[in-house]
């Protein structure tokens, strides 16, 4: 069983950044991935970014990338999104996921099993 536990949303004025965290316990993904996904009010959810931790390849949303990264701590098995310039259209809860999507799948929810309880970020003025 995982558990993951984010952290770290809160209020930022638009062109502000904001550091997620997701604390990981349980069983270790040394060969799977962990991902951001997010979802607004009336909205599906949709993903941010993905990293295949021993392939070493990040994936980035088109809507994200350059303002947004990826990075962990293993001591800690902590993992982290930067975000940076948000816009008032980042306003979303903020969802980690660990899973072992195949490479088809690693966009997509159904790619993950385990998922945190979220995390809000709302980006406004």
């Known amino acids: 069983q995982v558990q993951l536990v984010e952290s770290g949303g809160g209020l930022v004025q638009p062109g502000g950044s904001l550091t997620l965290s997701c604390a990981a316990s349980g069983r270790a993904f040394s060969d799977g991935a962990v991902g951001w996904f997010r979802q607004s009010p009336g909205k599906e959810r949709e993903f941010v970014a993905a990293?295949?931790?021993?392939?070493?390849?990040?994936y980035y949303a088109d809507s994200v990338k350059g303002r947004f990264t990826l990075s962990k701590d293993n001591a800690k098995n902590m993992h982290y999104l930067q975000m940076n310039s948000l816009r008032p259209e980042d306003t979303a809860v903020y969802y980690c996921?660990?899973?072992?999507?195949?490479?088809?799948?690693?966009?997509?929810?159904?790619?993950?099993?385990?998922w945190g309880q979220g995390t809000q970020v709302t980006v406004s003025s």
């Open positions: 990293r295949r931790w021993s392939a070493g390849i990040t």
């Open positions: 996921a660990a899973g072992r999507p195949i490479i088809s799948t690693i966009t997509s929810s159904t790619g993950y099993n385990y």
